[in-house]
């Protein structure tokens, strides 16, 4: 599996951001797919997730409410819609493929990952 984030840029604090991850790959159906971030001097952290059905989802306390991931079975794509970004949203982002396809928050248990694309909210 091949993965390949977009959509990452600057934006006010506020602002929104949709993010999109492509992946390749025959396994993408039955594979659950999260997003994590990194930011200078921290520990990779777990951002939200979505089973290989999409009829289960997961977020981290910091984004629940703002953040939305999907997913599109024919366009092999996962997404993460962020809105009401803040200064502390500002990081890399990677998208993650897990061949057990139930969600995890653990990065260790994901098996593919993207090269990432920053997120910066600055004013």
């Known amino acids: 599996v091949q993965l390949v984030e977009s959509g990452g840029g600057l934006v006010q604090p506020g602002g929104s951001l949709r993010l999109s991850c492509t992946a390749s790959g025959r396994t993408f159906s039955t594979s659950a797919m999260a997003w994590f971030r990194q930011s200078p001097g921290k520990e990779r952290e777990f951002v939200a997730a979505?089973?290989?059905?999409?009829?289960?989802?997961k977020y981290a306390t910091s984004v629940k409410g703002r953040f939305t991931i999907s997913r599109d079975g024919a366009e092999n794509t996962v997404d993460l819609q962020m809105n009401s970004l803040k200064p502390d949203d500002t990081a890399i982002y990677y998208c993650?493929?897990?061949?057990?396809?139930?969600?995890?928050?653990?990065?260790?248990?994901?098996?593919?990952w993207g090269q990432g694309t920053q997120v910066t909210v600055s004013s």
């Open positions: 979505i089973a290989w059905s999409g009829g289960s989802t």
């Open positions: 993650a493929a897990r061949l057990l396809g139930i969600t995890s928050s653990q990065a260790a248990n994901y098996n593919y």
